[in-house]
């Protein structure tokens, strides 16, 4: 008997090369418990802000995410195990206390997940890279197992 019961492992995702590791991981992890995949893109303080003064389309960042999540599907695919996904804002400028980590950590609660992936990124000056912010803390907070890679 395994001493993890896991069904669900949640790796959020901002589609930077770190994350790709991170849905490899995820996989091999739900493939070994015949878990399911769940990703979370996680958009960063510029994006959002873009998003909401129109400088960008909401549509054509969702496309972004779309051709992401490709990805992460041939992997999941390639490891036999189901795939879901979701997209979050990371940042709010209505929610002082909304941030990569809190929104990793509530969507973990909110999915009942059993494990996180979260990578764990250089830091840069990248502002599509928000996971970077959000690992210590995921780390320091989540309730469940946490794999940081």
Known sequence: ??????????????????????VEYAAAIAAEYDATVHTVHVLGEDVVRAIETDAVDEEEVAAESEAFTETARE?????????????????????????PGSVVLDTAEDLDADFVVVPREPFSSDPGKVLEKAAEYVLLYA???????
């Open 1 to 22: 008997m395994d001493a993890l019961d896991i069904g669900l492992v949640l790796v959020p995702v901002d589609g930077s090369e770190e994350s790709v590791t991170a």
């Open 75 to 99: 992997i999941t695919d390639a490891h036999g195990v189901d795939l879901a996904t979701s997209m979050a804002y990371g940042f709010s400028t209505r929610v002082k206390m909304r941030h």
């Open 143 to 149: 309730t469940q197992p946490v794999l940081s890679v």
